[in-house]
């Protein structure tokens, strides 16, 4: 089956970065567009990043701009997310996602996308 497979959330000191990375396997075909989503305890899902798989057209969250950068690898299906200059309202569980849905380029709604990881722990501290 299809899996999505996030890695490279830690605990990390305000100011400081995080790479995490999203390794995509088991596909009979190619997402159109990828995304990050967070999740903070009792508040929403928001959007983070997104990226379309062929263009490369990126997109991101107001919060997110200046510090965060999305990036793929095609030939090693994976995405990447670097994030910079972390505060701790950073701190959340950060999710893989991927989209068949072919959006124009990319989609900041969860519901576009229907392939989801597990999730990563990313802990901000002050």
């Known amino acids: 089956q299809v899996q999505l497979v996030e890695s490279g959330g830690g605990l990390v000191q305000a100011g400081g970065s995080l790479r995490l990375s999203c390794v995509v396997s088991g596909l009979p075909f190619t997402f159109y567009a990828m995304a990050w989503f967070r999740q903070a305890p009792g508040e929403e899902r928001e959007f983070v990043a997104a990226?379309?798989?062929?263009?490369?057209?990126?997109d991101y969250g107001d919060a997110m701009k200046g510090r965060f950068t999305i990036a793929r690898d095609n030939a090693k299906n994976t995405v990447y997310l670097q994030m910079n200059s972390l505060k701790p309202e950073d701190t959340a569980v950060y999710y893989c996602a991927g989209s068949r849905k072919r959006v124009a380029p990319t989609s900041r709604t969860y519901e576009d996308y229907d392939y989801w990881g597990q999730g990563t722990q990313v802990t901000v501290s002050t």
């Open positions: 990226i379309n798989w062929f263009g490369g057209s990126t």
